[in-house]
């Protein structure tokens, strides 16, 4: 018997092994690096074993240009996205008609499964000052042609319309989702007390699906303060004099480009330190806020 | 009040209609630009429709970058990715939910944690890791380190512990070891999951960018997307070829979506609200 239990004992680890391993060798190994070697002297200072990077990060115009760009960005996007998201599902989840509500529910997605990439390239080709079609269109209501990816300015605007147009995808089908469970006898009974459509959206359906709006808002913070790619697709790698740099961005530049790893580790932490606050923000509000 | 009901589900219609088009738009004007002639990409008016069809520009986009090695890399690359997730994933799941050993709830909290950890943060010490093992411009650098995800593994592992006990059990009498049950018995349950798992791999993998960029240099190891942002500064203004080359990446994706979307489709729900 003892014998049979010190057996299953080892067996368990066996099946484990393999997630252990590359768990091990690649999250948690790597993130005891960061935050120790954060620490380390840094080629910019020469300081010595201590906080030397991370004051360093705090008196660099770029750190700091990076940080205030990201922080604009994930005030901006997750909140429009997430509110233009909810208009569409509450739309889209009050149609009658079942194969239309499908199909446009599949065309709305279309943008989370194709390659960011590519699409942030076609964004690049419908924001070109010259020939963008963007211009193009805003000619029509007397706007003058807008540069959009050269102009400091206007860099930040185009980043923001195209994060949100592809993040709208992902957002409209879980809230269309969420919208479409909840019971139907809620919605009878108002309409029974002749509520009115508005009344009906901020009563019932606002609260009943409170938490997945609140999931899919801190889902695209999240992301939002990782943003990278988007930014490298829609400006060909230029950052514009750091005017739509971001925190990942920096933290490959000094890593990538200047081979100095402890500043870059010290990045890294300050935006570990940024998410764990929103998750652990996150956790406080639905245990406590939002309604269920 | 009739009157007003219909202006109401006309307007609903309308508002619908324009999100769709906001939303296909792009991809049509891929489409679109990708057959123009170099001229007429450029042209003022722009126009809807290209004039005549330029199908050569997607033999030129494939001639001036190998698209075609970069489309078999990305292909490699996302079929191993998904094979070894989903191995991993119902290994570490099948011990967190039926095999009992020393610390499992630990390891297994341990895991849950991980998953707030942004991988960003990460790329520091595995770009050094993958340099040290020597793995620059491999296929397993490319895979290795993200064979093992924590949410894959949550997924299954409550499918897993939906099964009832007696079956376990009951095999066990049976003479099936545990190896045995779990290929033949729970992973056939588990079908559903599985195939969730795979999709989701599978448009991750698919369109990963940052990570591949930093492990690979040589050309013949690139995927897609970097193919395709390194095409980009090549291209210049040649905006009928850029559109070509996405049209390449993107088409692959969409035709497995016209074909897939409601299962992709509901994964993603079930992975999202569950993650």
Known sequence: ?292 | MEKKMNIKVALKYFLLTLFAIVTLFPFYWMMASSLKTAFEVIQTPPTLVPNEFMWENYGIALTMAPFARYFINTVIVTALSIVSSVIVAILAAFAFSHLEFKGRDFIFSLFLASMMIPGEVLIITNFKTISALRWMDTYQALVVPYMANVLYIYMLREFFLKIPKQLYFAAKVDGANDWKFLWKIMVPMAKGSIITICILVGINSWNSFLWPLLVTNKEEMRLLSNGLTAFQSDAGNRYELLMAASTIITIPVMVAYIFLHKKIMNGITVGGVKG
Do not use: C
């Open chain 1, 1 to 292: 018997m003892l014998n049979n239990k010190g057996k299953k004992s080892y067996k368990g680890y066996l099946y484990l092994l393999p997630a252990l391993l590359v768990l091990s060798v690649f999250v948690f190994y790597p993130i005891i690096n960061a935050i120790v070697f954060s620490f380390d002297e840094t080629k910019a200072v020469g300081y010595v074993f201590g906080f030397g990077s991370y004051k360093y990060l705090f008196e660099d115009k770029r750190f700091l240009q990076s940080l205030v760009n990201t922080v604009i960005y994930a005030a901006v996007v997750p909140a429009l996205s997430v509110g233009l998201s909810l208009m569409i599902a509450n739309t889209l989840a009050n149609l009658k008609n079942e194969k239309l509500k499908g199909v446009f529910q599949s065309i709305y997605f279309l943008p989370y499964v194709t390659s960011l990439v590519a699409i942030g390239v076609v964004w690049s080709w419908l924001f070109n000052g010259q020939y963008g079609i963007i211009n193009y269109l805003l000619g029509f209501i007397g706007i003058d042609p807008i540069n959009w990816l050269s102009d400091p300015n206007w860099a930040m605007p185009a980043l923001i319309i195209f994060s949100v147009w592809k993040s709208l995808a992902f957002n409209t089908l879980i809230l269309t989702t969420g919208i479409a469970s909840i019971n139907p006898q809620y919605y009878q009974a108002a309409k029974i007390d002749q509520a009115t459509n508005s009344t009906i959206f901020r009563k019932i359906t606002i609260p009943l699906v409170s938490p997945i709006i609140l999931y899919t808002y801190i889902i695209s913070l999240i992301a939002g303060f990782k943003v990278y790619t988007e930014v490298f697709v829609l400006f060909n790698g230029r950052t514009l004099d750091g005017r739509v740099s971001t925190v990942v961005m920096y933290i490959i530049d000094r890593f990538y480009g200047d081979q100095d790893f402890p500043l870059a580790f010290a990045a890294a932490v300050v935006l570990l330190l940024i998410i764990l606050t929103v998750t652990f923000v996150q956790r406080t509000i639905a245990r406590n806020k939002v309604h269920y």
